[in-house]
């Protein structure tokens, strides 16, 4: 089973940007679809976004569009095992701990942001961001 792990989590002042990282311990092109997911203390578990591993297709929850970008990384000749979260203007109301996720899921596109869709967590990193 894949195993997946989080970096480059920290703390940010307002405005200020990071870039997460999930590696997959092994090929996860078998999953079609890997996301990240927040949790704030006392929040539920929100959905940031997910990528479609067979295109790239991107998918935003409504707090982020326009601030965030998922992407993927493809090594040469090989399928993708490693996803990037790029945070741009981050805000304090971002902060949380990010978790990556990978699934394989059937069905249409907006279940890419439904977190009970995927199988696989990986033990997340916290972003702080102050004022």
């Known amino acids: 089973q894949v195993q997946l792990v989080e970096s480059g989590g920290g703390s940010v002042q307002a405005g200020g940007s990071l870039r997460l990282s999930c590696v997959a311990s092994?090929?996860?092109?078998?999953?079609?679809?890997m996301g990240w997911f927040r949790q704030a203390p006392g929040k539920e578990r929100e959905a940031v976004a997910a990528i479609y591993t067979r295109d790239s297709s991107s998918y935003y929850g409504d707090p982020v569009k326009g601030r965030f970008t998922i992407s993927l990384y493809n090594a040469p000749n090989s399928a993708p095992n490693t996803v990037y979260l790029q945070m741009d203007s981050l805000q304090p109301e971002d902060t949380a701990v990010y978790y990556c996720?990978?699934?394989?899921?059937?069905?249409?596109?907006?279940?890419?942001?439904?977190?009970?869709?995927?199988?696989?967590w990986g033990q997340g990193t916290q972003v702080t961001v102050s004022s």
């Open positions: 996720a990978a699934g394989k899921i059937l069905g249409p596109s907006r279940y890419a942001l439904l977190g009970e869709k995927y199988t696989i």
């Open positions: 092994e090929n996860a092109y078998s999953y079609n679809y």
